[in-house]
């Protein structure tokens, strides 16, 4: 992990009519940071990273990443995604999905396809279609989408749905590594155990705000309490 | 951009696309077939001195004229008025009777085209700029871009590239160039069926058209039919940026387009029909038989559209479409 910004968000606000998603959330993620987004469902968390991926238009504030203020190409071209359930087109094989969403983009190294397969175990079901794959599977194609174009930055929607123990475990050395070698990772969750287990800091979101952010180091297991504290708190506006 | 169209055709290996080729080659044969067993009934008559004008002439008769005296009225405004009504009348009959005749011999012609196999393409032409065109075109938008929000994979397309006008660009090319495909199977099909027809309905020499004539029929037909088909694709692609689901996008574009057509029941607005358009420009009427009858219906009084109004009409709704589209999806979220 360094001291540079991966991604720096300034008064980040998202408005759907009168609902606030969103409202000023100022973030900044270091460069090889695994970075948690946790909170209870409608916090905000998906907004966000689809905020961070331009698939959604910010009310207000603004979003830099590696100093590029986003959206924009650039921003794409270094960054993989996975946001909320990995869909693919279940005619085509796996493979096929994969060689249909590397076209969608910047052209990826010669071997992409095959190191992304092989990076989340998936190079023997590749020739399956998609829609045969068990949900898992589903999960571990979507994390291949991701790594497709060997991205410094990694934005992930609950990464760990679907998947078996063996799954989550493969799943988290994945992040070590990438990290280890200077990815960047933002990961939302409902899982506590694994952010605790894989992120550097955790950010606690309630209502569109950021209720708390600190070094999971520093929690001295009190994760659970702050994450509770942050349900009720939404729990008691939806009443 | 090449190989972001690459990717959409990709997407296009599907079960849908190939039900949608094997419905519209059954039409395509269909209305060849009915296309040649109605010349066949009729040829006969065309090729006799019946069709002519003097044969028409002859069948219609002398005009029975009646006089005054024989209408027991004195010479005088009202008897003049009676016996203008039946000389309209004899000439109505006359000319109707011209223009069932032109209609076979225009019948008979186009089963002769369409029994060369340079010249049965005149068909697929016809059927893509007709309403079943628009059906597939509208299915094929529905599946390919009204799917994307549907099956949930359009969020991870726009996460490859940020540019959302080259991925729209990318979905109407790739659009145009299925159509264009499933124009050409469909011809190929009418040119393999051309032989058939040929030997199960044979023509006299004197109706058989040249592979030249041929060509020259289909191949302006073929040429108009791209623009007709890129409008299709437009209004497929606004109404999936619209609805942003393959059902709503099928059922918008599809609504809208019959709505659109049927301005052309209300007078004033026959001028802003799109198939007064389509009709202008493919040179579509009334008469004989063919698929651009799906767009037949100008009401008596008005005139027959211009080729340069549908030109005008059909570049505009291309233009305007891929304008509201483009501001349309770039301000779209891409929510859940």
């Not at chain 1, 987004?37 to 009310?59: D, E, F, H």
Request: aromatic share 6%.
């Amino acid at each position: 992990m360094t001291d540079r910004e991966a991604i720096d968000c300034r008064g980040l606000t998202k408005r759907y009519g009168d609902r606030l998603a969103v409202s000023a959330v100022d973030l900044t993620i270091h460069e090889g940071e695994i970075f948690g987004l946790l909170g209870p469902n409608g916090a905000g968390k998906t907004t966000i990273l689809k905020m961070i991926l331009g698939l959604v238009r910010p009310t207000a504030g603004e979003i830099f990443v590696f100093g590029t203020k986003a959206p924009c190409p650039e921003v794409l071209r270094q960054a993989g995604a996975m946001v909320e359930k990995p869909s693919f087109y279940p005619w085509l094989t796996g493979r096929q999905n994969l060689q249909v969403f590397l076209d969608s983009g910047p052209p990826g190294s010669p071997g992409a396809i095959d190191r992304a397969l092989a990076a989340v175990d998936m190079t023997e079901a590749a020739n399956r279609r998609t829609k045969t794959y068990s949900q898992g599977m589903g999960q571990r194609l979507g994390m291949a989408i991701a790594l497709l174009r060997s991205p410094r930055l990694l934005v992930l929607d609950e990464p760990t749905n679907g998947l078996d123990p063996e799954g989550i475990r493969d799943f988290r050395q994945l992040m070590l590594r990438l990290s280890g070698s200077g990815v960047t990772v933002l990961l939302s969750s409902h899982l506590l155990s694994e952010v605790e287990r894989l992120c550097h800091r955790v950010a606690f979101l309630s209502r569109g705000r950021i209720t708390d952010l600190r070094s999971v180091g520093a929690l001295q297991g009190s994760l659970e309490e702050i994450y509770l504290a942050a349900m009720d708190s939404q729990t008691e506006v939806a009443r | 951009m090449i190989r972001l169209v690459r990717a959409e055709l990709r997407k296009a290996a599907r079960p849908l696309v190939g039900a949608i080729a094997l419905g519209l080659v059954l039409a395509a044969a269909t209305f060849a077939w009915q296309q040649q067993a109605l010349a066949n009934q009729e040829v006969g008559f065309v090729n006799s001195s019946l069709s002519t004008p003097e044969g028409i002439a002859a069948s219609a008769g002398q005009p029975q004229i009646p006089t005054c005296d024989q209408l027991g009225l004195p010479p005088g405004p009202q008897c003049d008025q009676v016996i203008a009504r039946a000389r309209e009348a004899y000439q109505a009959q006359r000319d109707a009777m011209t223009h069932q005749a032109d209609a076979y011999r225009a019948a008979v012609h186009t089963a002769a085209v369409q029994q060369n196999p340079l010249g049965a393409g005149q068909m697929a032409a016809w059927m893509f700029a007709s309403i079943l065109g628009a059906i597939a075109v509208f299915l094929l938008a529905a599946g390919q871009f009204g799917g994307e929000w549907t099956g949930g994979t359009i969020a991870t397309v726009l996460t490859q590239d940020s540019r959302r006008w080259r991925l729209l660009a990318a979905k109407l090319i790739s659009l145009l160039v299925l159509a264009e495909g499933l124009l050409l199977l469909t011809w190929a099909v009418l040119a393999a069926l051309a032989f058939l027809f040929q030997s199960q309905y044979s023509m006299p020499a004197s109706n058989q058209v040249s592979a030249a004539e041929a060509v020259a029929v289909a191949g302006p037909l073929l040429a108009r039919s791209l623009l007709v088909t890129a409008a299709f694709c437009v209004l497929g692609v606004l109404a999936a940026v619209i609805t942003r689901n393959a059902l709503g996008t099928l059922l918008l574009a599809l609504g809208g387009l019959i709505i659109w057509m049927a301005l052309v029941l209300i007078h004033p607005l026959v001028y802003v029909s799109v198939g007064y358009w389509v009709s202008g420009w493919m040179g579509f009427t009334n008469d004989g038989f063919s698929s651009g009858q799906l767009w037949s219906g100008v009401p008596s009084g008005v005139s027959q559209p211009t080729e340069l109004l549908g030109l005008v009409g059909l570049v505009a709704v291309v233009l305007v479409g891929v304008v509201v589209s483009t501001i349309r999806f770039q301000r779209l979220d891409i929510a859940a």
